[in-house]
């Protein structure tokens, strides 16, 4: 295949990973048509469809789930490579993307990227937030962020936060019109509020913990949100409980806005670690990041 069919390559690896000609299109700054004929010249010339399209999505052919499997990790070492060269380079630059709930990445990220990315102005940060448990590699994540019995075995994990702590609090508003539960059973009975999880499209069961005794504890109530910050802000405006971490929720019990439900039941899980594949060569960018984020006692 002539050197020049390599960009052809790039947009079908592109048109792949993004299921979509249109997502595609904008990520390479091409039209939509140029594209879809970049992709059907490349089948042509190697005698063979690389994808089945419909009017709602793109999927790949065996023989295009073949090549892409082929493909994507030598460009991605192609890529590494040309990374290195530029880090030779006297200021380091790049731009790391990461995956984060909404509270790792105001709890922790932010505060300590954004000296950072202050004293470094070529590298670029960006943070998505969802409570999925995201593929970093098919999505292209530098780096994951979840508590750290979430995090995949052949990753490279990385603690940045202390244990976390989860808690069930109300407001006093809620409490004075429904008595609080005295065991896990009675939340049945309550206005509780959920965290959907979007990779399983489910809501998080309530995970309690006293002593030995773990429970999964399955609540009801009108409020739906996949934010803690949201959660937080129902709970104080009377919607009902909501497992939040402790963190959260303790200056507002602090200073009366909430009470603690269930105290002997707040379970503590393993603190926020980032991770990434164990085969990623680290940029000085990403190395930069990674030792910001790293916990220490004093943080």
């Known amino acids: 295949m002539a050197r020049e069919s390599y960009n052809d390559l790039l947009a079908f690896l592109a048109v792949t990973r993004e299921r979509s000609f249109t997502r595609a299109a904008a990520q390479m700054g091409v039209s ?4 879809s004929h970049t992709i059907r010249a490349l089948e042509a010339r190697l005698g063979v469809r690389l994808l089945t399209r419909t009017t709602r999505s793109v999927a790949p052919t065996e023989a295009g789930e073949r090549l892409y499997n082929n493909l994507a990790p030598r460009f991605e070492e192609i890529d590494a ?14 731009t790391i993307r990461i995956t984060a709930t909404d509270y790792a990445a105001n709890s922790v990220l932010w505060p300590r990227l954004a000296p ?3 004293q470094y102005p070529d590298i670029k940060v960006e943070i998505m937030t969802d409570y999925g448990l995201t593929d970093i590699v098919a999505e292209r994540y530098d780096i994951g962020v ?5 995090v995949a075995q052949d990753m490279i994990a990385v603690r940045i936060a202390a244990d976390l702590r989860m808690v069930i609090v109300a407001a006093p ?10 065991k896990p059973e009675d939340l049945a009975d309550h206005n509780c509020i959920n965290l959907r999880l979007p990779t399983h499209g489910g809501c998080y069961p309530w995970e309690l913990k006293n002593g030995k005794t773990e429970l999964q504890v399955r609540v009801e109530g009108q409020l739906t949100f996949n934010s803690s910050y949201q959660m937080l ?3 104080l405006s009377g919607c009902g409980l909501a497992f939040i971490p402790q963190d959260l929720a303790a200056p507002h019990v602090a200073a009366g806005r909430l009470q603690w439900v269930l105290e002997d039941w707040f379970p503590t899980f393993p ?6 594949p164990s085969r990623r060569q680290s940029s000085r960018a990403l190395a930069l990041v990674i030792g910001a984020l790293r916990h220490s006692e004093d943080s």
Not at 271 to 276: E, P
């Open 32 to 35: 939509q048509s140029a594209l």
């Open 146 to 150: 979840r508590l750290g019995d979430q």
């Open 173 to 182: 508003s809620y409490l004075q019109a429904h008595p609080a539960p005295l």
């Open 116 to 118: 950072l990315i202050a």
């Open 81 to 94: 490579g040309l990374a290195e060269v530029t880090e030779l380079r006297d200021s380091p630059r790049g």
């Open 233 to 235: 802000e129902a709970a």
């Open 271 to 276: 603190g926020l670690h980032l991770y990434y």
